[in-house]
């Protein structure tokens, strides 16, 4: 069992819809959790950053954390074809350790 | 401020030659981390390094591979007598000392291909 899973779909929504990305994780350990983008044939990009459980919202974007379920989510609200890409969950235990990704989702949002 | 910097972004080698990947950090950020991407997979971890020290090797194979980060100058991934599985797209990422608390921040990736 891998520990971290992420569906990597292929997941495809007409642009203006709600997207949500999630990811599973074994290791209670983790406390920081990553969202990354990447697009094709370029390095991952930060979207979102949380620590331990809970929510935060920057722009469309919404990560929510449920440390109990071993479970974390990102949202995209009223998604544009720029959203275009592959989606990169992340974590670790510490702030500054490695970080353990998920498979990674591919998201295209067609006009 | 310039983001991570790698280079070279493209690397072709043939099966036996060695591999050199450099990476410059964040300015301000002291620690490097190598990541490896191989078709159809997540980034899996490398190394953690920080200047003139290895800090965590565990994901790095036990032979052929090896990493710096000297005092001046890049950190560097070495991968000597390269074999076709190392082909992948190599990350790198960086993040500020330990005081400020936050996270990584990738380059833009050297893609090697082994022939």
């Known amino acids: 069992q891998k520990e971290v899973e992420q569906d990597p779909g292929p997941l495809s929504v007409p642009e203006g819809a709600i997207v949500s990305l999630n990811c599973t994780y074994s290791?209670?350990?983790?406390?920081?959790f990553m969202w990354y983008r990447q697009y094709s044939r370029k390095g991952p990009e930060l979207l979102m950053y949380t620590y331990s459980s809970g929510n935060k919202e920057d722009g469309r974007f919404t990560a929510q954390v449920d440390k109990s379920s071993k479970y974390i989510s990102l949202f995209i609200r009223d998604s544009q074809p720029s959203d275009s890409a592959t989606y990169l969950c992340?974590?670790?235990?510490?702030?500054?350790?490695?970080?353990?990704f998920g498979q990674g989702t591919i998201l295209t949002v067609h006009p | 401020n310039a983001g991570v910097m790698q280079n070279p972004r493209h690397l072709v080698r043939r099966r036996g030659q060695e591999a050199r990947l450099r990476c410059s950090p964040m300015k301000g950020h002291s620690h490097v981390y190598w990541y490896r991407q191989l078709p159809e997979e997540g980034l899996k971890f490398m190394v953690y390094l920080q200047k003139e020290n290895i800090i965590d090797e565990s994901g790095m194979p036990k032979e052929r591979f090896s990493a710096e980060f000297p005092k001046e100058g890049p950190s560097i991934l070495r991968i000597q007598q390269v074999v076709r599985g190392d082909s992948a797209a190599y990350f790198c990422?960086?993040?500020?000392?330990?005081?400020?608390?936050?996270?990584?921040?990738f380059g833009p990736g050297t893609r090697l291909t082994v022939l």
């Open positions: 990422a960086s993040s500020p000392p330990l005081s400020k608390g936050d996270t990584q921040y």
């Open positions: 992340a974590m670790t235990v510490s702030s500054y350790g490695k970080l353990t």
């Open positions: 290791n209670s350990a983790f406390q920081y």
